[in-house]
Each structure stands twice: as structure tokens, then as C-alpha cells.
């Protein structure tokens, strides 16, 4: 597997700037992979009937996302961790959380 590059001389927006928008595009793209408003308030119930309200983000800032291990992936609601695949419902929750 080839290891990508950061450009930090891109032409345009400076060279750290395009790697945060780059890492939210890609943030974007996996919530519509695996189906979660990543990103967004939630009301999400776990497998063991715990009930969290907030909003869903990832646990850690990944450089890539290996796509075997997307129902592994780590996510937060507040301080409360969990993984993909311990979710039983996930609902977006409309107006933003404050």
C-alpha cells in the first residue's frame, strides 16, 4: 500500500488548511459509508439500552480508515466512547445541540 503525501505547498489555501478540508471530506464520505450522521446531534441507542444525546463524532483523528475495519471504528458522544457496531439506532436530531 502506497503511503499518501501532505502537500504543504499546494498553490491556494495554504498546504495545512487543504489537509483539514481534505480530512473532512473524508470524514463526510465514511459517515455515508457507514450510515451515521458523524458530525451532527444524535439521539443514539447502544445494544445495551443506553440512550446518549449529542453529537456524534469520531474518538480520534484518523489519517485513513482501513475499510475492513469501518464496524470497528471508535466514535464519542460527549465523553461516552463506543464502536460502530455496538450501535442499534441512530437518529439525527434536529435543531442543533447547543
Not at 1 to 13: A, I, N, R, V, Y
Request: glycine letters at 10%.
Amino acid at each position: 500500500m502506497d503511503q499518501g503525501e501532505l502537500s504543504f505547498s499546494k498553490p491556494g489555501p495554504d498546504g495545512l488548511q487543504a489537509w483539514y478540508d481534505q480530512r473532512d471530506a473524508d470524514r463526510r464520505q465514511l459517515a455515508r459509508d457507514v450510515g451515521l450522521p458523524i458530525g451532527h446531534p444524535v439521539e443514539c441507542e447502544l445494544n445495551d439500552g443506553a440512550i446518549l444525546k449529542g453529537k456524534l463524532e469520531l474518538a480520534e483523528n484518523l489519517l485513513s480508515i482501513e475499510p475492513d475495519r469501518r464496524l470497528d471504528l471508535e466514535l464519542r458522544i460527549g465523553r461516552c466512547g463506543f464502536r460502530v457496531r455496538d450501535i442499534a439506532r441512530c437518529v439525527r436530531q434536529d435543531p442543533p445541540i447547543q
